[in-house]
Nanobody, 124 residues
Framework: QVQLVESGGGLVQAGASLRLSCTASRCTFSSYTMGWFRQAPGKEREFVASISGSGRVIYYADDVKGRFTISRENAKNTEYLQMNSLKPEDTAVYYC?????????????????WGQGTQVTVSS
């Protein structure tokens, strides 16, 4: 069972930056596509970004493209989400997700393992 632990959330003002981290254990990390999803109160969980095991295949949701950057360090079993120019509408619980192999889908059910989530709050 893959275990994922996120960190790096917090309360910031609009325009600020945050970096989220997710460390995985109990898996061959480089074999997994890693993703970030978020869920705001009263809304469904939505795709933010994903990165293949090699780091060569990356996808972003349209509303974060150009502001967020996903990356990974396989030697540290860790993925990151650098979030710049944050907006109040980015406020949500952010979840790290993992799925074996190459995942091109943006659907949450394509990822089998999930972290506990970290709160990101952006004030206006």
């Amino acid at each position: 069972q893959v275990q994922l632990v996120e960190s790096g959330g917090g309360l910031v003002q609009a325009g600020a930056s945050l970096r989220l981290s997710c460390t995985a254990s109990r898996c061959t990390f480089s074999s997994y596509t890693m993703g970030w999803f978020r869920q705001a109160p009263g809304k469904e969980r939505e795709f933010v970004a994903s990165i293949s095991g090699s780091g060569r295949v990356i996808y972003y949701a349209d509303d974060v493209k150009g502001r967020f950057t996903i990356s990974r360090e396989n030697a540290k079993n860790t993925e990151y989400l650098q979030m710049n120019s944050l907006k109040p509408e980015d406020t949500a619980v952010y979840y790290c997700a993992a799925g074996v192999g190459l995942i091109t889908s943006r659907q949450p059910n394509s990822f089998r393992s999930w972290g506990q989530g970290t709160q990101v709050t952006v004030s206006s």
